[in-house]
């Protein structure tokens, strides 16, 4: 290890390659604080030739390598395991913005760029880029697309994945792929882009990227509409798409449980209805011509859903700090929930025709493994994107809680199975779920999952235990 | 080879292994009618059980197959070659739409459906398969998925590859990857979706996909802009996307040129202007508002063209004939253009921001290697795709003309990949760019296609020979 220590000094410079525990512990423990994982070393590159070389020596030497970025992961994908054999790769430095054309309507980034800044970048180009998420102002893009990010955007403009037109990636063999051709359309060959977005960084180290960006909306409105059930979220959604089309970006689902839990945690959040009501939806207009024309589709849509009976209430927010707030109320459901305990949550998918009766179906089976356990449900409903999160009944033990968790992790994952969904919509496998999908992917995807692996990565140097055990 | 038909007979029944060379010609020759390949059998499975049997047997007796739909390729990817030992896999037995979900917006289809059939059935519930390509009466979904079809509704809905949210792919091993729940946000592992669409075939047989939905818009408008050159219509494309925002469906450059050839040989065609300009763009607006509502938005993106100078003129359609007619102009180039004689086609894309002087130059160098020859160009400007095709001289024979394919190959493709751009946009490599392809793709990426290839199709069966030389 000392040897290769003394070949990564070279390639960075001795202030690149940390190796004291004190300035290695920021790297180690993931966001949640769950868990904190063991390393030799932190290598910080400035640029994509010093990635390839400490590749070529990580080869060379045999030593794994965790790639990080802002270490905002929710599956402990980028940190390492206690073998502390792995040296983790931090592309922080590596932020720079290479190009923004405005014609083509693309950005070259660094894979350390903060997500915050490259949005920044693009509207001060009077653009938009529209990937958004809770960690924004610290995660970093190269996360964002080995991960395949979601977040909020993704109703109208997809998953990161949607978003990237192509991919700067150095191998486990030390090489430069260099693919950042900005084009809409290049049918020439294997798509080697969307192998390595997605791939937690089992496959290759992506070091930058084009990115696709977006003319700016004139003018964005936000609704909150009260209703009784998902199933009636779901008429709204099927009668908002029809009306509103493209320009729908956002609707997100929240149980009067979550609010009540933001509007106990959050002394200055109002609710804007006179009374409470089981479930409320979060609807976000983006319109290309302008703000009345945007509150009068609303204003319809709105109308029309009254009339049928599929909603009880709703409120136009009237100015940019009106929306504000009705957004805080969705985004602050995750902390009102930390004040309640440790929380045992799942990112999950289900076809949206189904989704109404997965939730009733399974709150009964959570119910009857972990008896008075309150459900917090919330999530991208547009998406078929749920936050089905689950936390203590009042007064229990986090430990007591946590004793639980992989007894409703089985009940929740086996129901979104039986649905024909997903057990991670948009946080990644890590070495959290890395097993768990094993009882829900097909042995055939698997054995290509895990072909696919050693053809890559021989060697199994890659982020080694994430996503895939090989 | 006759113990192995004997086997395949045993799985499909014996009337669909087809060997007399009557019942083969059809599956032999390509669309354009320029190459027939050789094949001692056309396999015609009905399910997906009857691939993998049939693919379980190729990989016991090592027989080469090349899989096809509707074979109206462009590249030579749906035919065998000269060596006559591989069987052709027809799809178009199976055609079956499994099932369509219009409140989760997926449908789900068998390989051998033909596009418009699709198109149909979710128009039979109110519902947008957006794909739409010349082709479309006869080319199948498995072959729009295994080329990453391009066409006329990529600006605001994507290729094929976005349009799929799952697969089903029989491997070189005859194993049944099913993968098809219809989920918008899945992120448990490797992207093996992506991976087989725009393979060619080289690395399994797509037999079935789950297709995305989108809502029917409640009107289209049609217009089309007279201007002077593709700059103006680069400017253009940023009012008109500034503007309409994901409501702008089509933004087609035609130029004057292509529409003469139009008017030469189809008499019953008009121009919509009284004088003629160097270029033209066909524009299409889909509104989820009204008729009306999108021809107001089109009046305002053409009166503040006209007043900033980037069009010399316009027309909006005022009926559903006059768009079909406008579109009918673009459609009917490719046709005009064979009434020429025999034309060398290339299917490219340039970054947008590039295009013009792409255009510029490029026109130069073409010359200078074919003096007099004529330039058929048009294309999904929006995309950044152009059909940069190349007529003979008048007068000149066929055969002289071809005789400089060659070259004149180069000329374009050398400056295409000066300006950043793809030699194949949205037709694939097939057999016809495999080798070209080496001359432009870095050898990282032709390493790691070929790594890929050898890792999911050991023995070299899957349609050999097309998209990578292993």
Redo the contacts between chains.
């Keep these: 290890m000392e040897e290769f220590l003394q070949a990564c000094r070279a390639v960075l410079g001795a202030q690149h390659v940390l190796t004291d525990a004190a300035d290695l512990s920021g790297y180690l423990t993931d966001q949640r604080g769950r868990y904190t994982g063991k390393s030799p070393a932190v290598l910080r590159p400035a640029d994509t030739g010093q990635v390839a070389g400490l590749l070529k020596l990580c080869d060379q030497y045999r030593v794994p390598l965790v790639p990080q970025g802002g270490n905002t992961g929710l599956v402990l994908g980028s940190v390492p395991d206690q073998q502390g054999n792995a040296v983790v790769l931090s592309l922080k430095r590596m932020n720079r913005v290479r190009a923004v054309?405005p014609?083509?309507?693309?950005m070259s980034v660094e894979a350390g760029c903060i997500l915050q800044h490259i949005q920044q970048e693009a509207a001060a180009q009077r653009r938009l880029f529209p990937l958004s998420l809770a960690a924004e102002g610290s995660c970093t893009i190269g996360g964002n697309l080995s991960?395949?990010a979601?977040g909020t955007g993704?109703l109208?403009y997809?998953?990161t994945?949607?978003l990237c037109l192509g991919l700067e990636v150095v191998?486990a063999q030390g090489?430069?792929?260099?693919?950042l051709?900005?084009?809409?359309?290049?049918?020439?060959?294997?798509?080697?882009r969307?192998?390595f977005?997605?791939?937690e960084g089992t496959?290759g180290v992506i070091t930058a990227a084009v990115l696709k960006l977006?003319?700016q909306?004139r003018a964005q409105v936000t609704a909150l509409a009260a209703l009784q059930t998902p199933a009636q979220a779901?008429q709204l959604l099927?009668l908002a798409?029809?009306?509103?089309?493209?320009?729908l970006t956002a609707f997100e689902l929240m149980s009067d449980f979550c609010l009540q839990l933001v509007f106990k945690h959050f002394q200055d959040q109002r609710m804007p209805f006179g009374t409470s009501h089981p479930q409320y939806v979060l609807l976000e207009l983006?319109d290309?011509?302008s703000e009345e024309h945007a509150r009068a589709?609303f204003e319809e849509v709105i109308g029309n859903a009254l009339e049928q009976g599929i909603i009880d209430d709703a409120v136009i927010a009237a100015s940019m700090a009106q929306s504000k707030a009705l957004w805080q109320l969705r985004e602050n459901i995750s902390m009102a929930q930390a004040h309640e305990g440790k929380n045992i949550k799942h990112d999950i998918?289900?076809?949206?025709?189904?989704i109404a009766e997965f939730i009733e179906l399974t709150d009964k089976l959570v119910q009857q493994a972990a008896p008075a356990c309150r459900m917090v449900t919330f999530g991208?409903l547009g998406?078929?994107?749920l936050h089905y999160n689950v936390s203590p009944p009042p007064g229990m033990q986090d430990t007591d809680f946590i004793a639980q968790q992989a007894a409703i992790n089985l009940v929740v994952h086996d129901s979104v199975d039986n649905f024909?969904?997903?057990?991670?919509?948009?946080?990644?496998?890590g070495a959290l779920?890395r097993e768990e999908?094993t009882r829900?992917?097909?042995p055939?995807?698997l054995?290509?999952?895990r072909?696919?692996?050693?053809?890559?990565d021989p060697h199994n140097l890659m982020n080694p235990g994430k996503?895939?055990q090989v």
Tied chains: 1, 2.
């Design positions: 054309d014609v083509n309507n693309t991960t395949n979601g993704v109208r997809g998953n994945r949607e191998t090489e430069i792929m260099s693919s051709r900005g084009l809409r359309k290049d049918n020439t060959g294997y798509d080697l969307d192998l977005i997605g791939a496959l977006y003319p909306p779901l099927s798409q029809d009306r509103c089309g493209p320009a983006s290309s011509e589709i998918s289900i076809p949206i025709s189904r991208h998406d078929g994107n024909g969904g997903s057990i991670s919509a948009e946080h990644g496998l779920k999908i829900y992917k097909s055939v995807e054995k290509l999952m072909t696919i692996k050693n053809a890559l996503v895939i």
